[in-house]
């Protein structure tokens, strides 16, 4: 795995480090060692998948409060998306500030997502599927968001939503919603 910091403290891309010979390519997807030795959090308490079958189809901005925030990791297995994720963390010198990457199943990106942030994606082109690794199990009682069209945000998604979830079309705008604890 190759990991290339995102400009928010914390977060990366994870591109595959392919071994690769004539009948394909082989690379490692996960590795506790590795990301313990990066600092990053290498638990694993889930693991979940979507399937969206509309371009154009919006999930997040999501996050979980303490004590169930979690980490994530997030890549596109069949499809495109633009990824978003948010810092939250109230401390941060980048409280606010969102960082846009497109993950697809042919680049096979992954994005690594501390604690302390929303995670939000488009889908790019229908039938797009995704898998995620969580660092806490899914906790209803902690979980929150922000919508994806805070104009205080200003997300630059790449087209019109054709569907969001009830609950999502009414997640509150950033400067309603508390700081996340570190």
């Known amino acids: 795995m ?3 910091p995102l400009p928010l403290e914390g977060a990366f891309r994870i591109e595959l480090d392919r071994k690769g010979d004539a009948r394909g390519f082989f690379a490692r997807l996960f590795c506790a060692e590795t990301f313990a030795d ?3 959090e290498p638990v694993i308490a889930q ?7 509309e371009a154009g189809t919006m999930r997040g901005l999501h996050f979980q409060r303490a004590p169930a925030a979690e980490t994530k990791v997030v890549r596109c297995l069949r499809g495109a998306i633009r990824d978003v994720i948010v810092d939250l963390r109230a ?3 980048t409280f606010g500030r969102w960082v846009a990457l497109d993950l697809t199943e042919e ?3 992954m994005v690594y997502v501390p604690r302390g942030f929303a995670h939000g994606f488009q889908t790019l082109v229908p039938a797009t ?5 969580h660092g806490e199990a899914y906790s209803p ?3 929150g968001g922000i919508a994806h069209d805070d104009p205080d945000l200003a997300i630059d998604w790449p ?3 054709v569907n969001v979830s009830p609950r999502d079309a009414c997640l509150p705008r950033l400067r309603d919603t508390e700081p996340l604890a570190p």
């Open 47 to 53: 693991m979940n998948t979507s399937f969206s079958a």
């Open 38 to 40: 990066r600092g990053l």
């Open 107 to 109: 680049n096979r990106d």
């Open 141 to 143: 009682a902690h979980e």
């Open 2 to 4: 190759i990991f290339h």
């Open 159 to 161: 087209m019109p939503v």
């Open 91 to 93: 401390a941060s010198a």
């Open 129 to 133: 599927e995704l898998l995620y690794l």
